[in-house]
């Protein structure tokens, strides 16, 4: 069930010197853990930077500690460090508690309270994140693809709304299209990832799917199913379309930097799962991914989308596709 509310954070912004130091630290690791992100994020004017570096920095250290990872590599753990359901709750306490300007030395949770006081952004917003990483906490399985749909919601939707409001983009439809954006993400991650994830016990492809293709969770990993495995990354690859297509008409309520920003992630990120369908069973020999020259190709090819999306007649967001939950009215 999703957690959304109109409360807002305690705290207060930080100061520009202490803000400014933030960034950049954030900045450095993040352009270890994720070039992609990285790359995309340095089109955003100074300010839209230092928050959305922020933001991710908060997404970043949440994920490395449930997956027990640093800047997104796997680290040797210690049988006496906490489990995945205690460092979850660690987390929530500890980024709640910077939600109501409490102290903290962990840069990361001083991130998330500047950008939530300095953007409003709904405490529930941020709830819904950490929902996500209880999902996987929880080992959860779906049954459906509206539960794959939920969790990818919850992991990368989400995040999509928050970026939203830190690039001040107004309105539901606005959101709505963001929200796409991280779902379309999602989703090309979960194809790009099927085997790998499955390693690990996690499987987000939904028993129905499963049924369909007469395969179990554990043969994803027998090679000889390589071929029914590619099928299946096939059609998420295929689902994740529509998804980029509402986002790019959400280009258009962004300022022309982030427009920029955002529509050179989207190339990287389709392009990552369109890789996916075309290596079929071969998907899986080598992590798919985006060189440095198909990066400076979607730099360009993210302005000329940029633009286009401002003379572009905005197309109605088709009901087919999920949508993310609307905040709750006050009474």
């Known amino acids: 069930m999703s957690i959304v509310s109109l409360s807002t954070p305690l705290n207060l912004p930080l100061d520009p010197e202490a803000r400014a130091d933030l960034a950049a630290m954030a900045e450095r690791s993040i352009a270890r853990g994720s070039k992609s992100f990285a790359?995309?994020?340095?089109?955003?004017?100074?300010e839209t930077r230092k928050s959305a570096m922020m933001l991710y920095a908060w997404c970043r250290h949440c994920d490395d500690a449930i997956d027990d990872q640093r800047l997104g590599f796997a680290r040797r753990r210690l049988a006496t460090e906490p489990s995945p359901a205690e460092r979850l709750e660690a987390l929530e306490r500890e980024t709640l508690a910077a939600l109501a300007g409490a102290p903290t030395a962990e840069p990361s949770f001083r991130a998330i309270a500047d950008v939530s006081a300095r953007h409003g952004l709904p405490?529930?917003?941020?709830?819904d994140h950490l929902a996500g990483y209880r999902m996987d906490v929880e080992e959860r399985r779906?049954?459906?693809?509206?539960?794959t749909l939920q969790y990818c919601y919850h992991v990368a939707g989400v995040v999509g709304v928050m970026m939203a409001i830190v690039m001040k983009a107004e309105g539901e439809d606005a959101l709505d299209r963001a929200c796409d954006l991280g779902i379309a993400?999602?989703?090309t991650n979960i194809a790009?990832?099927?085997v790998e994830d499955a390693r690990v016990g996690r499987?987000?492809?939904?028993?129905?799917?499963?049924?369909?293709?007469?395969?179990?969770?554990?043969?994803i990993l027998d090679p000889r199913f390589?071929?029914?495995?590619?099928?299946?990354?096939?059609?998420?690859?295929?689902?994740?379309?529509p998804y980029y297509g509402s986002a790019f008409h959400g280009l258009g309520a962004l300022s022309l930097r982030s427009a920029w920003a955002v529509a050179m992630?989207?190339?990287?990120?389709?392009?990552?799962?369109?890789?996916?369908?075309?290596?079929?069973?071969?998907?899986?020999?080598r992590r798919a991914a985006t060189g440095r020259t198909s990066k400076l190709r979607h730099v360009a090819l993210g302005a000329a989308k940029a633009g286009l999306a401002r003379r572009t007649r905005v197309q109605e967001r088709p009901a087919t596709l999920w949508t993310r939950p609307r905040p709750a009215k006050p009474s």
């Not at 779906?142 to 539960?147: A, L, P």
């Open 265 to 285: 992630a989207h190339g990287v990120y389709r392009e990552i799962g369109l890789e996916v369908k075309a290596l079929g069973p071969a998907a899986w020999d």
């Open 203 to 219: 499987i987000y492809l939904p028993r129905e799917w499963l049924a369909e293709a007469d395969i179990t969770p554990a043969q």
């Open 192 to 194: 790009r990832d099927i």
């Open 123 to 127: 405490q529930g917003l941020v709830l």
């Open 39 to 46: 790359a995309a994020a340095r089109l955003f004017d100074a």
């Open 226 to 241: 390589r071929p029914v495995v590619a099928l299946l990354a096939h059609r998420l690859v295929d689902l994740a379309e």
């Open 142 to 147: 779906y049954d459906t693809i509206g539960e």
């Open 185 to 187: 993400f999602q989703l």
